[in-house]
């Protein structure tokens, strides 16, 4: 195993040979080909001349991805809206052998679409001297179209031998190319390692308030339209609104910002067509770079290719939220950090940053016993760590079924009932990463400073698959801030799983249904009881309660004129489809509302049910010094001035959000930890890092 020096070089920069080398040029037909891992390719993208034009106002936004043997190995950036792009962008890629020439394709890009082709060329690598910086000019050509001219790429390259040591950091790097390519929608490519270092660079919040006079799609002259956000491989939907010209969202989401220069947000605005393929209504884009940090940007931005405006509230806050570094390099040991932790999180400092509730220390130290996922008999396993929006990665281990990584991940917390997620996977190269093992653990039941064994769960998280993993996780937190923000909706993950319909997850939900109706029969009996007298002083006190609040309602059903169009067989399969979604997603979502409140009563979370004792207790002294009618007078001033005051304030309810922290049934069972096998007996000790 290489040492921490080596493996952080590896994980913070491409750039790391520094050994010198004799820079007399030799050909390559004198050298015989190396074994793999041997060769180093260092590539410069300079720019691209006379490009072809693929977009409705005769120009393209370019970008090139570069092959070797069918695999995707770099990718660079895009250039929008122009034929003679510059990148300037460098890449450093390891090549097992030189028999595979480099493949370089160049496409459009058009987000929510497929890219258009725009022309490729081979480099030969047997061809290239090593050690010497040699300039290439490739012309760009179509396979399917040989005469017609495509423009030119212009590169630098510099084609270097690896052995000994830096061959052993080389395959390090490779390792890490290998297995970030598999997650690249989330985490990074290798020539972005020597910029990101895993660590954000700060967090862009954006708040999409409203689309106005958009573009009709429809037949009845309205759309019901969504809008498509992408930074680099993140994304971002929102939600549809039904028949509406100028949608009202108030959705709030944040991006990673890794670059330090910014970066240019892609905006599209869909009309959602069911059956058929969603209508594009238009596009824009926001380029970060030219707003100012630490401020919020309120946007008006016209839809180009299309009608309408979105408007948009952009913010961007330049600190890091997370960090990963080596177990042996653990910042948290010193003593001077410690206290200033400690101090940051103190009671005295409420009012400090609300949103900046706790700190999250993960050690991923090591797992036994995983699963086989490889015909060998051996899995290549690493780790996902993962907190609301946040992504870590660890590094591969080869060949082991009982990996050590030691690693130190760092989070800071915005929500003290998020949940920590550290799933094992086996790396795959010629395939999507195979699931190896999930835990999931919520930060209030973490004990601080002690190394536990967690037997890792399938990826339902509701039995045990096989392996434990060996975990030791610190949280340090400000409980009246924590208790703050209880108050306001949770972040929602841009990344997650679309539902799927399931014969077992609608029984489940539909015997959970039942169980909260039988509760609510059981109540109804208990009133009707009231009736029958079975009761005298009951029933008294009901029917005296009734005479003071009876009063007569008169309900108006609205039905809905719906068109009557035909439909095919495949159209109707799918539509009874995405109705059995709904309703699974419906019984669902009021099982767990019936499920948060009861387990807020049963203590299943003792620091929510301590906060809504708190909360009654403050009410119920406020209630007795001030009358009612006071405090729902201030209360209604409150809601009726709230839009007011603050135009673009998200619509919440603050027992809602409180009841969303409390988990239901399912999740109960999910965040449940399981007990390791008695095989496994990790040792476990108190760290004083902490206190």
């Known amino acids: 195993m290489l040492d921490s020096c080596k493996l952080k070089a590896a994980c913070n920069l491409p750039f790391v040979y520094n050994k010198k080398i004799n820079t007399a040029g030799t050909s390559n037909a004198d050298v015989p080909l190396a074994d793999p891992g041997m060769y180093q390719l260092d590539i410069t993208l300079r720019r691209g001349q006379s490009l072809a034009a693929r977009d409705r106002g005769g120009t393209s936004d370019p970008y090139v991805k570069f092959k070797i043997g069918g695999k995707e190995v770099f990718r660079s950036k895009t250039i929008h809206k122009t034929l003679n792009p510059v990148w300037e962008e460098k890449a450093c890629i390891l090549v097992d052998h030189l028999r595979e020439p480099l493949y370089i394709k160049v496409f459009d890009y058009d987000f929510g679409l497929q890219d258009d082709f725009m022309g490729s060329a081979f480099l030969d690598l047997t061809q290239l001297e090593l050690n010497r910086p040699t300039d290439v000019t490739l012309t760009l050509k179509d396979p399917h179209y040989p005469d017609h001219d495509l423009g030119i790429i212009l590169l630098s390259v510099v084609l270097t031998p690896k052995e000994g040591e830096s061959r052993d950091v080389t395959m390090l790097m490779r390792k890490s190319w290998k297995r970030s390519s598999k997650f690249q929608t989330q985490s990074v490519r290798l020539s972005d390692l020597h910029r990101k270092s895993h660590l954000w660079r700060g967090i862009v919040s954006i708040t999409l308030i409203e689309g106005r006079d958009l573009k009709a799609m429809d037949s009845n002259g309205l759309s019901d339209p969504y809008v498509k956000f992408r930074l680099g491989h993140q994304k971002y939907k929102s939600k549809i609104m039904p028949k509406t010209l100028n949608p009202q969202w108030r959705e709030q989401f944040d991006f990673h910002l890794y670059e330090e220069r910014g970066g240019i947000i892609d905006i599209t605005a869909w009309d959602k067509d069911a059956g058929k393929r969603d209508d594009f209504i238009g596009r824009c884009q926001v380029d970060l770079s030219a707003l100012s940090r630490e401020q919020t940007h309120k946007l008006e931005l016209q839809l180009e290719e299309g009608e309408g405006h979105l408007v948009l509230l952009v913010t961007l806050t330049a600190s890091a939220t997370v960090s990963i570094s080596d177990l042996s390099v653990n910042s948290l040991e010193d003593q001077k950090e410690r206290e200033e932790i400690l101090k940051r999180y103190s009671p005295l400092r409420i009012f400090h940053n609300l949103k900046d509730v706790g700190f999250l220390q993960v050690k991923v130290i090591r797992a036994e016993g995983l699963m086989a996922a490889d015909v060998t008999g051996k899995s290549d396993p690493f780790c996902v760590v993962e907190l609301n929006n946040d992504r870590l990665l660890t590094h591969t281990v080869y060949k082991n079924l009982n990996p050590e990584w030691n690693k130190v991940f760092t989070f ?58 060996y975990l030791e996780i610190d949280v340090i937190f400000n409980a009246v801030k924590a208790s703050l923000r209880t108050l306001i909706p949770k972040e929602q993950k841009y990344i997650e799983e679309e539902n799927r319909l399931s014969k077992q997850l609608l029984l489940r939900n539909f ?75 419906i019984l669902d979502e009021v099982a767990s509302f019936g499920e948060r409140i009861k387990n807020t009563f049963n203590w299943t979370v003792p620091f929510l049910s301590w906060l809504a004792i708190v909360a009654l207790c403050v009410f119920t002294v406020i209630l007795y010094f001030i009358p009612l009618r006071y405090i729902v007078l201030v209360w209604g001033i409150n809601k009726f001035t709230k839009k007011l005051r603050s135009p673009y304030a998200i619509d919440n309810n603050e027992l809602l959000d409180f009841l969303s922290r409390v988990p239901s049934d399912v999740q109960v069972v999910q965040y449940q930890e399981l007990k390791p096998d008695p095989s496994h007996s990790p040792y476990k000790r108190k760290k004083n890092n902490l206190g």
């Open 412 to 469: 800071n917390i915005k929500d003290i009932h998020s949940v920590l997620e550290v799933t094992v996977y086996d790396e795959d190269r010629d395939r999507s990463a195979d699931f190896l093992g999930k835990v999931a653990i919520p930060l209030l039941s973490i004990q601080n400073g002690e190394q536990k064994a967690y037997v890792l769960k399938n990826k339902q998280l509701t039995g045990p698959t096989k392996g434990v993993i």
């Open 511 to 585: 015997i959970r249904m039942k169980r909260c109706v039988m509760v609510l029969v059981n109540a109804a009996y208990y009133v009707n009881s009231c009736f029958d007298w079975d009761s005298p002083p009951r029933s008294l006190a009901a029917f005296v309660v009734m005479e003071d609040m009876l009063e007569d309602e008169e309900e108006e059903d609205d039905k809905d004129d719906k068109d009557s169009e035909k439909k095919g067989f495949i159209n109707k399969i799918y539509a009874i489809q995405e109705v059995c979604v709904s309703v699974q997603n």
